[in-house]
């Protein structure tokens, strides 16, 4: 079984910045695409950005060119650098990964971190 942990989240200031990292824990596994999402107060949950396990990354236009995803492999852990926070980028944030189990690798799915609170006041 895998978890994923998040942390990093808190209270920042509009223009100021915030990291989050989340570390996938367990065994017997390997990791696809990693990725960061967003519910904001009374919203859908929204893809923020993505990294793939050669790197590549995806991110929302509304993130672009503000945050920067990354992966280090050898910690199974995903990060995401927020800068120039605005009140819009407020919401609950939740880790996501796909992964392979080493046991069965041809069948994939999808595991979801507990969220971390981000609030960016104006």
């Known amino acids: 079984q895998v978890q994923l942990v998040e942390s990093g989240g808190g209270l920042a200031q509009a223009g100021g910045s915030l990291r989050l990292s989340c570390a996938a824990s367990?065994?017997?596994?390997?990791?696809?695409?990693m990725g960061w999402y967003r519910q904001g107060p009374g919203k859908q949950r929204e893809s923020v950005a993505t990294?793939?396990?050669?790197?590549?990354?995806n991110y929302a236009d509304s993130v672009k060119g503000r945050f920067t995803i990354s992966r280090d492999n050898a910690k199974n852990t995903v990060y995401l650098q927020m800068d120039s926070l605005n009140p819009e980028d407020t919401a609950v944030y939740y880790c996501?990964?796909?992964?392979?189990?080493?046991?069965?690798?041809?069948?994939?799915?999808?595991?979801w971190g507990q969220g971390t609170q981000v609030t960016v006041s104006s």
């Open positions: 367990g065994s017997g596994f390997s990791i696809r695409t």
């Open positions: 996501n990964a796909n992964i392979i189990a080493t046991a069965n690798p041809l069948v994939s799915k999808n595991y």
């Open positions: 990294v793939t396990s050669s790197g590549i990354a």
